[in-house]
């Protein structure tokens, strides 16, 4: 059972620090400290523990350390930055563990993207020795990249000469599409297991600049303290800030074998049948309005504690519960309490605390997009699917509503689902609903009001809505359908059809490198008894069937 909750005083592999405005984030990997046992994590080399580390310390930079406006992302090991994700963890891993591991790097990468797109803090990678595989991976989520000048330290990408796999967290794309690297020099540099060291890293983009070990920190230390001088004009706005982050503390749930409940969502597993039941409540009547007063509720304020809940059950979904290949959505509580909150945080959107908790809500909600399992939302007498947990409904593979006129079903749009939790592909999940119709999303964001049964399922807003005679029969044979089918075939289904729309870095890294890898990582070539992983820092060398495909 692997738990994704951390804290800086449980971190084994990374060193958080603060000075004023400059976050130091060092990479300091005990070998030791595994996630399971056969492997030692050498040279900086991680695991899925270390990366758990790396996504809360982001996470806690964002909600504790709000002043912080440059992040250093180095290494306390001399000579190596990170030789990237442990070979022999990965070689003697199940397919299914290899692929989350990936999705969940990929995510805590693009996390870092968020940061510095939305919330305006620079991430320097200060590499004072050689990345390597996911180590530059990780490098080029950074906003800069400086390479120590030593005659030895080079950035590579060794995957597929040394591996016969592909760089797993988004590598290739962020090296054309991001930092805009000529096609024919990723070319080589991703086949050039080596990699290329200063100057040349240089001249091809690969890094921003290089400097002499000898100035190497002083250089780092003078890049920084620009990158904070620049920012000068939000002076006052920062000293205000300073120490008034919110502390995120550790996520409470009680759990037996059928169920894991945390205080406003609860898991119920069907383990027999391979579905589950994931309630979300709404919150209380009495929550704040203000700023202020959010900010002294902290991380127990409803929308921040219910979807870090969320984005927890579904981490806990996809690498502990591999069997569960359905999860119903259900909700419980008082409509105009969701719409309150979202009318909230529309209203103080500016204000530092809030625009984190929207964009953390817009992180969850992706996640669920990714997350590779169907979802079905079941909207009955007592649901809130409003505003915010509307989204629920929109990022589900089918919803249904019941259709009973005796009983009161309805659902609601806020303002925030006009544009605050936006997909991979830049739409929002009304936008990639209506592709063919762009009006129909027009209309549901200006009607006023709440949806019945039949006024939801007239905007599309549903996908079906069966009377009460045929409600339990028609959610049971759905649910008996769907989990009968090959979940392969339902994953790379669901994957196919949620992202509907125009092309980004996102989409490309997830849908099309990620769908490759997770094809490579089955094939001989990679994982057979001759593959190059399994074969990898043995004697042997690895055979290739040299049938392209």
């Not at 817009?362 to 079941?378: H, W």
Request: charged share 30%; hydrophobic share 40%.
């Amino acid at each position: 059972m692997i738990n994704f909750q951390t804290s800086p005083d449980q971190y084994k592999h990374w060193k958080l620090s603060f000075d004023g405005a400059v976050a130091r984030l060092s990479m300091d990997v005990a070998e030791d400290e595994t996630l399971a046992d056969g492997y030692k994590l050498k040279l900086n080399s991680y695991d899925l523990g270390v990366d758990i580390e790396l996504a809360d310390a982001i996470q806690r930079i964002r909600f504790e350390h709000p002043e912080v406006r440059a992040v250093v992302v180095t290494s306390l090991k001399p000579r190596i930055f990170c030789a990237g994700a442990n070979i022999y963890m990965l070689g003697t891993s199940s397919h299914a563990f290899k692929v989350n591991f990936c999705k969940f790097t990929n995510e805590t990468r693009c996390a870092i993207e968020d940061d510095s797109h939305h919330s305006g803090r620079r991430y320097l990678a200060a590499l004072n020795g050689t990345a390597s595989g996911g180590g530059y991976e990780l490098a080029i989520a950074c906003d800069e990249i400086y390479l120590v000048d030593d005659g030895n330290s080079a950035v590579s990408l060794p995957e597929v000469p040394l591996l016969g796999v592909l760089p797993g967290t988004g590598g290739l794309t962020r090296l054309v599409d991001k930092r805009k690297v000529r096609r024919d020099r990723a070319d080589v540099f991703s086949t050039l297991a080596e990699g290329l060291k200063g100057k040349r890293a240089k001249e091809w983009g690969l890094i921003d600049d290089t400097f002499a070990t000898t100035k190497f920190q002083e250089s780092i230390d003078e890049r920084v303290t620009q990158i904070v001088n620049l920012r000068k004009d939000e002076e006052s706005q920062v000293n205000n800030l300073r120490n008034n982050g919110i502390k995120l503390n550790s996520l409470e749930f009680e759990s037996t074998a059928d169920t894991r409940d945390y205080k406003y969502v609860s898991l119920r597993f069907h383990r027999d049948k391979r579905y589950a039941d994931l309630t979300v409540r709404a919150p209380e009547s009495d929550l704040p309005t203000t700023a202020e007063e959010i900010q002294k509720l902290g991380d127990d304020y409803w929308p921040l504690r219910v979807f870090r809940e969320l984005d927890d059950a579904l981490l806990h979904l996809r690498v502990n519960e591999p069997e569960i290949g359905l999860v119903c959505l259900r909700t419980e509580g008082d409509i105009d309490h969701v719409l309150a909150v979202d009318k909230t945080l529309a209203a103080n959107r500016d204000h530092w605390l809030v625009r984190e908790i929207i964009l953390q809500m817009a992180r969850t909600l992706r996640r669920m997009d990714l997350t590779a399992k169907s979802f079905f939302s079941i909207i009955e007498p007592g649901s809130c699917f409003a505003g915010n947990l509307f989204e629920l409904v929109l990022a589900s593979d089918r919803s249904y509503m019941l259709n009973n006129p005796d009983e009161t079903v309805e659902v609601a749009l806020s303002e925030l689902n006009v544009g605050a939790f936006p997909m991979s592909n830049g739409l929002t999940r009304l936008q990639s609903r209506f592709l063919a119709e762009p009006k129909k999303a027009y209309e549901a964001f200006a009607r006023e009001g709440r949806f019945d049964t039949e006024a939801a399922d007239k905007a599309g807003l549903v996908t079906f809505a069966p009377d009460d005679l045929d409600w339990d029969d028609e959610i049971r044979l759905a649910i008996e359908e769907r989990t009968s089918l090959s979940p392969d075939a339902l994953t790379g289904m669901e994957a196919s059809l949620r992202f509907a729309g125009p092309e980004t870095m996102d989409t490309k890294i997830y849908g099309r490198l990620t769908a490759w890898q997770n094809w490579i990582f089955q094939r001989p070539n990679a994982v057979g008894p001759n593959g190059a992983l399994t074969n990898y820092g043995k004697p042997t060398k690895a055979q290739f069937d040299y049938k392209r495909t």
